[in-house]
């Protein structure tokens, strides 16, 4: 496995206590390379998914699928982006971008949403946005859209545009990740009425681990394209 030889990543530790060693491929590509990955839950193995897959929709919100239709995977609304986007404290704070919908840059000279190493335009990624009221009603889930495009109350309330798109990833103990909104420490990405079945609605709930690592069933394993299909516990054997 092609990150099994890069041993200045053996102690990686990212947003926790726990270390990323060399075999947690899809971890490290996800986090370090950012390489789109699919998010497995690690209840009933569905992945996530935008509810729309059109560039065009930013108040849509996302849901738990357990078969990989071929529109789905065309559009790559299979994919996910976890892309940094700074610090709280000492802990990276990530986006979860989607690779459905993405938006391509704008031509030289118009305004773009910055520029990658190689002096590129970076592409416009639909990103997934928390509910400034979240989780206190079971109607406050997540959406998926572009920064600017979404509702007044999916903005950021402490004057950053971008509060309630950041994340802190987690690596878990049991080698899954799992998603804190930095506006609401005490909540996890799970799903509503903590319900995980077939087209389950994600939104915020109480995370009642008590710990940025949550609990297994608000545990994500982030799967690499080529490793769907692989139970998680067989990957790295």
């Given at each position: ?17 726990v ?70 404290g ?46 206190l ?7 998926v ?68 690592t ?24």
């Amino acid at each position: 496995m092609y990150t099994q030889e890069r041993t200045a990543m053996a102690n990686l530790v990212v947003g926790g206590p726990v270390a990323v060693n060399s075999y947690d491929n899809a971890i490290v590509a996800a986090l370090v390379e950012n390489r789109p990955v699919m998010l497995v839950h690690a209840f009933n193995g569905g992945y996530l998914r935008p509810a729309e897959l059109k560039a065009e929709s930013h108040d849509k919100g996302v849901k738990l699928a357990t078969a990989l239709d071929p529109a789905t995977k065309d559009a790559q609304g299979h994919l996910w982006h976890i892309t940094p986007g700074g610090f709280f404290g000492q802990r990276p704070l990530y986006f979860i971008e989607s690779a459905a919908g993405q938006v391509q840059p704008q031509p030289a000279g118009t305004e773009d949403a910055g520029r990658g190493d190689d002096g590129a335009p970076k592409p416009q990624r639909r990103r997934i946005t928390v509910h400034q009221d979240a989780p206190l009603s079971t109607a406050d889930t997540v959406q998926v859209g572009l920064p600017g495009k979404t509702g007044d109350k999916w903005r950021g309330k402490n004057g950053a545009t971008e509060d309630t798109q950041l994340w802190v990833v987690t690596v878990t103990p049991w080698g899954g990740i799992t998603f804190v909104p930095i506006t609401h420490p005490d909540a996890i990405l799970g799903f509503k009425d903590h319900t995980v079945a077939k087209d389950s609605e994600a939104r915020l709930t109480y995370n009642w681990g008590g710990d940025f690592t949550g609990t297994v069933i608000n545990t994500f394993y982030p799967r690499l394209p080529n490793e769907w299909d692989v139970p998680y516990h067989h990957v790295f054997t």
